[in-house]
Every structure is written in structure tokens, then in C-alpha cells.
């Protein structure tokens, strides 16, 4: 019954990698997003999609590419993995293109050595 | 830049006391409000939205709004430990880009 989930829950690799994370919603949702949230706890939107169309590219290094394949998917591809990626990934979603709140996924803890 | 402004804390208050957590925004065409708490190690989760001037008051938590002062703030009344978390301020501006302040810490110390 998991509204808003992600997967890999933890993520180890070594810079110069490749990496996806994937985002699910059940909640029916038009709206989904990926944010960045570093050490200091910021959390920072990377990209937002309303129904499969881009709508947010924040300023974002190009090797993030996210991909919606439908509403309810979200994924988020990364190339060349940096130390500086290290972060907590969340997915979220909400209705009406961000004029309503955001449910949250439980994160991904990316880790790059 | 829209910026959204919140003191990092931590604020500390006594077990039955009343939180008090603010946050400026820069937008003036910010639209929606919303306050999350995130516990250490766990995803954002909404407590309250408010979309209008005024207060709205759900249980112990009360969301105050004043746009002509771009100021929105939280009250947590009957403060508990469990209570203790980061509450993330978060404002929808007029293009719908969310943005969140930095989060301030309360400690709730029985």
C-alpha cells in the first residue's frame, strides 16, 4: 500500500559509474518530482514532470536525465558518477502541478566513492 | 532567486510547551504554503497546508499565513519529544516551482 516508492533504498558505486534510481506513485497523481537533499539537509528540486512532460529542469548537470514512461513512473539516470552526487534522493508526487502538497518516497542514499 | 527563509535552530522547548517555527518567503506571487516534518533519516511528510491569509488549526498544529508580511509560521501546541524533528517550510510560487527553506530543528526535552 506504499503511496509514493523508490528503488535502490541505498546506492554504493564508484565515481565514473552509471546509475539509475526508479519512483513509483499509486496515489493517481498528475505531478511527480525528483529533489536533492545534501549533507546540510537542503532540499533541492532537480526536475518535475505533470502528466509524462518535463515542466522543471532546475539547473542540474546534464548527466541527470530523468524519464517518465508514464504519470505513475518517474526514474532518474545518472552518468559519470562525482563525489559531489553523494546525496539523498526523494521522489515525490502530488496533484495539480505543484499547487497542492507532495507525498515523498522514502529516499535513496546515494553513496559515491 | 526565489528564497525561502527559515532559522536553522535548533529551538529547544519543554515538554507541554508551545512551539513557535517561522518562515519568510521572497515571491510575492507564492500561491500555496505548506509545512513538512522530517525525522533524522526518514522522507518529508506534510502536517499542514494553508492557501489563504489567516490561521487554520488542525489538532495541536496551527499554520498562520500573511502574505502582505510574506510570513508563514507554525504552532505546535502540547509540544512532545516525539515532536522533535525538522520542520521544512515550503512555498509554491505563482510558476509552481516548489522551494523549500533549509528546515529548522526543534528538540523537545521532557
Known amino acids: 500500500d506504499t503511496a509514493v516508492s523508490q528503488t535502490p533504498k541505498y546506492l554504493v558505486t564508484q565515481m565514473g559509474n552509471d546509475k539509475s534510481i526508479k519512483c513509483e506513485q499509486n496515489?493517481?497523481?498528475?505531478?511527480m518530482y525528483w529533489y536533492k537533499q545534501d549533507s546540510k539537509k537542503f532540499l533541492k528540486i532537480m526536475f518535475s514532470?505533470?502528466?509524462?512532460?518535463?515542466?522543471i529542469n532546475e539547473t542540474v548537470p546534464n548527466r541527470f536525465s530523468p524519464k517518465s514512461p508514464d504519470k505513475a513512473h518517474l526514474n532518474l539516470h545518472i552518468n559519470s558518477l562525482e563525489l559531489g552526487d553523494s546525496a539523498v534522493y526523494f521522489c515525490a508526487s502530488s496533484q495539480g502541478q505543484g499547487r497542492r502538497e507532495q507525498y515523498f518516497g522514502p529516499g535513496t542514499r546515494l553513496t559515491v566513492t | 532567486q526565489k528564497e525561502v527563509e527559515q532559522n536553522s535552530g535548533p529551538l529547544s522547548v519543554p515538554e507541554g510547551a508551545i512551539a513557535s517555527l517561522n518562515c519568510t518567503y521572497s515571491d510575492r506571487g507564492s500561491q500555496s504554503f505548506f509545512w513538512y516534518r522530517q525525522y533524522s533519516g526518514k522522507s518529508p511528510e506534510l502536517i499542514m497546508s494553508?492557501?489563504?491569509?489567516g490561521d487554520k488549526e488542525d489538532g495541536r498544529f496551527t499554520a498562520q499565513l500573511n502574505k502582505a508580511s510574506q510570513y508563514v509560521s507554525l504552532l505546535i501546541r502540547d509540544s512532545q519529544p516525539s515532536d522533535s524533528a525538522t520542520y521544512l517550510c515550503a512555498v509554491n510560487g505563482g510558476s509552481y516551482i516548489p522551494t523549500f527553506g533549509r528546515g529548522t530543528s526543534l528538540i523537545v526535552h521532557p
Open positions: 496515489l493517481g497523481h498528475d505531478t
Open positions: 514532470y505533470n502528466n509524462k512532460e518535463l515542466i
Open positions: 494553508i492557501y489563504s491569509n
